[in-house]
């Protein structure tokens, strides 16, 4: 179309538009700026835009919190929990050694009840107290010794899901296995599993240079050290099946060649896999990833960990004081999810939080309430 034309054609729409959703005006310069608003509209000549839109409203978008389908207490810590406080009593006291669980709230609740941790027996016979407790990630053999030396009573509240593993390092062992138990050296369950084993062939380890070999069987030279032909594998019940499966390959590697065997016992624990399994289910739908629990809580560091690896910015966290303004800013749904040692109470703290800071609660609370629900133990 011609300038000219087109020109003649965009001053009749302006002059039409004025009947249009609005009553006409006399004033010159109300028809001038309404023509200007229009023209702003109009496609230039040789463009194929034919249509006129009005001016469109932005809608404020709804900040939503988004909760795991599983997370929180699993039954192993509900368990430990209820055993030692229907033991204990203030005028009863018992010294677990150790944190019960790891998850200073409900430490800090139970501490009212005469739950007073203590860092060995002796310790503890020093305090005062008649009963000592096995926390949660169990312990070796050498405490049950230990308090019988003292004359203190021994509550045992270990998961039974630790037990297992305690009884197939033995069993490895005694097949002739070198024992490997991926997981962190310093942590008590791990102590407690090499505590049962009871040898010196056996490693705790979370990466090959941790391991007392440094090259694969069959390869010769100064300062190779290669590992003996039967090698186990067992992992703390509280790791990522992928970075245990990764180590995993890595130490097979270095273990069968030349006749060697080697052996992986997944002992990472059922409701560690679910929790994670969880979170792995909701990244799509959040921004951001709050793992509620202890700072010396396993899991939910793993948890953390498995966020950040899927490419959501995930942070550890025990309570909502830790939660910083600028984490928010710019997120439209938050994660969140809890290690297998944090309760219920813990969580909602943090979704109360998060709501009053705008965020939409979940329908129904952080879980569906199960009128049925039986415990597992």
């Known amino acids: 179309m011609p300038c000219d034309d087109w020109a003649r054609g965009a001053a009749r729409i302006v002059t039409g538009m004025q009947h249009i959703g609005a009553p006409p005006t006399s004033s010159h310069h ?20 034919e249509t006129i839109s009005a001016p469109s ?21 509900r368990r430990a929990v209820d055993i030692i406080s229907d033991a204990a009593s203030p005028k009863s006291r018992i010294a677990p050694i150790g944190d019960i669980i790891h998850n200073p709230q409900v430490v800090d609740r139970l501490r009212e009840r005469g ?4 860092s060995s027996v002796a310790e503890a016979k020093e305090q005062g107290f008649s009963r000592v407790a096995i926390t949660a990630h169990g ?12 004359g203190l009573e021994l509550i045992d509240t270990t998961c039974p899901l630790v037990t297992k593993v305690q009884r197939l390092a033995q069993k490895l062992v005694r097949q002739g296995y070198f024992l490997v138990v ?33 090259a694969k069987r069959g ?30 390959a890595q130490l097979q590697a270095m273990v069968v060649p030349e006749g060697g065997e080697f052996r992986l016992c997944n002992t990472i624990c059922e409701p560690t896999t ?9 990244v799509d739908q959040v921004d951001l990833v709050l793992a509620i629990g202890g700072r010396k809580s396993s899991n939910t560091a793993r948890l953390a960990d498995v966020g950040n690896s899927l490419g959501v910015t995930s942070y550890h966290i025990e309570r ?44 129904g609370g952080i879980r569906p309430v199960d009128p049925d629900y039986v415990p597992a133990f």
Request: charged share 25%; hydrophobic share 40%; net charge negative.
């Open 30 to 49: 109300a028809t001038t700026n309404q023509g200007n608003d229009i023209m702003a509209t109009l496609a230039a000549p040789g463009t194929t835009q």
């Open 57 to 77: 409203t932005t809608e404020p978008v709804e900040r939503r919190i988004i909760v795991a389908d599983v997370l929180g207490y699993c039954w192993g810590v």
């Open 115 to 118: 739950v007073v941790g203590s």
């Open 139 to 150: 312990m070796g053999p050498h405490l049950a010794v230990e308090a019988e030396q003292q």
């Open 182 to 214: 991926y997981g962190d050296s310093y942590h008590p369950e791990v102590k407690s599993v090499l505590g049962w084993a009871a040898t010196t062939k056996a490693v705790a380890a979370k990466k090959v240079e941790d391991l007392p070999w440094n």
């Open 219 to 248: 390869e010769k030279g100064e300062g190779k050290i290669v590992p003996p032909r039967k090698v186990a594998l067992v992992s703390q019940t509280t790791k990522n099946i992928d970075e245990l499966m990764a180590f995993s």
């Open 274 to 282: 679910e929790r994670q399994n969880a979170l792995r289910r909701m």
């Open 320 to 363: 909502p004081e830790d939660i910083k303004p600028e984490w928010l800013e710019g997120v439209t749904n938050v994660g969140v999810t809890a290690g297998a040692s944090t309760p219920d109470d813990v969580i909602q703290d943090v979704v109360d939080h998060l709501a009053a800071q705008g965020f939409t609660p979940p329908e």
